[in-house]
T-cell receptor, first 109, second 114 residues
Framework: KNEVEQSPQNLTAQEGEFITINCSYS?????LHWLQQHPGGGIVSLFM?????KKHGRLIATINIQEKHSSLHITASHPRDSAVYIC???????????WGAGTKLIIKP | DTGVSQDPRHKITKRGQNVTFRCDPI?????LYWYRQTLGQGPEFLTY????????KSRLLSDRFSAERPKGSFSTLEIQRTEQGDSAMYLC????????????FGEGSRLTVL
C-alpha cells in the first residue's frame, strides 16, 4: 500500500463543474503540498498546509490531520485547469516529500 | 526571472555518454532538491542539499549519478555512462531553510538516451 493515495486517478468534467480531488496518507506528516503539473510543463506549488483550510482564487485546499486526509477543490472549473494535480507530504522524521501518483484532470469546454 | 532555472531543457544522448544538468535555485534558498520523473509517474527523490552539503541521497541512485553544489548556490547533476533507463525528466526544486519550506520547481531537464 502506498503511503500517499490519491483519488480519483483520472477525472473528466465539464467546464463550470465543482471538482474535488482527494489525498489520504498513512504516515505522520509535518505538512502537505498540493502541486500542479501541466502536460510537458514544470511543477507549480499550489498550496502547502499543515492544518485547516487555504483558498487561492478558485482553488481551495483542506486538511484533516486526525483523519490523515486532504482535499483540493476547484470551483467553476475551466479548461485551463486541465493538468495533473499531485499531493505530496513532508514526513515528520525528515524533510523528504512522499508523492502521490497524481490525478489527471481534464475539463471539457 | 527570479525562479528556479534548469539547463539544458532537453538533452538527447547516446547510451554510454556522460551528461550534466545544471540547476540555479532562487537566490536566497538554502535547500536544493533533485527529482526524477518518468512518464505517468510522480517525481522520485534523488538527492538533497542544504547549502553546499549533500545531506541525503536516494538508495535508488546508482554510482553513475553524482550531484554537487560547490558554493551553495547552483547545483549540477551528472550521469555517467548513460543507459536507456535513465531517460526521464530531471527536476530541480529549492526552498528556504526554515523548517518546512515551500518548494519551487524548475521547468525540468528532459533526458533522452538513445
Amino acid at each position: 500500500k502506498n503511503e500517499v493515495e490519491q483519488s480519483p486517478q483520472n477525472l473528466t468534467a465539464q467546464e463550470g463543474e465543482f471538482i474535488t480531488i482527494n489525498c489520504s496518507y498513512s504516515v505522520g506528516i509535518s505538512a502537505l503540498h498540493w502541486l500542479q503539473q501541466h502536460p510537458g510543463g514544470g511543477i507549480v506549488s499550489l498550496f502547502m498546509l499543515s492544518s485547516g483550510k487555504k483558498k487561492h482564487g478558485r482553488l481551495i485546499a483542506t486538511i484533516n490531520i486526525q483523519e490523515k486526509h486532504s482535499s483540493l477543490h476547484i470551483t467553476a472549473s475551466h479548461p485551463r485547469d486541465s493538468a495533473v494535480y499531485i499531493c505530496a507530504v513532508y514526513m515528520d522524521s525528515n524533510y523528504q516529500l512522499i508523492w502521490g501518483a497524481g490525478t489527471k484532470l481534464i475539463i471539457k469546454p | 526571472d527570479t525562479g528556479v532555472s534548469q539547463d539544458p531543457r532537453h538533452k538527447i544522448t547516446k547510451r554510454g555518454q556522460n551528461v550534466t544538468f545544471r540547476c540555479d535555485p532562487i537566490s536566497e534558498h538554502n535547500r536544493l532538491y533533485w527529482y526524477r520523473q518518468t512518464l505517468g509517474q510522480g517525481p522520485e527523490f534523488l538527492t538533497y542539499f542544504q547549502n553546499e552539503a549533500q545531506l541525503e541521497k536516494s538508495r535508488l541512485l546508482s554510482d553513475r549519478f553524482s550531484a554537487e553544489r560547490p558554493k551553495g548556490s547552483f547545483s549540477t547533476l551528472e550521469i555517467q555512462r548513460t543507459e536507456q533507463g535513465d531517460s526521464a525528466m530531471y527536476l530541480c526544486a529549492s526552498s528556504l531553510d526554515s523548517g518546512i519550506g515551500e518548494l519551487f520547481f524548475g521547468e525540468g531537464s528532459r533526458l533522452t538516451v538513445l
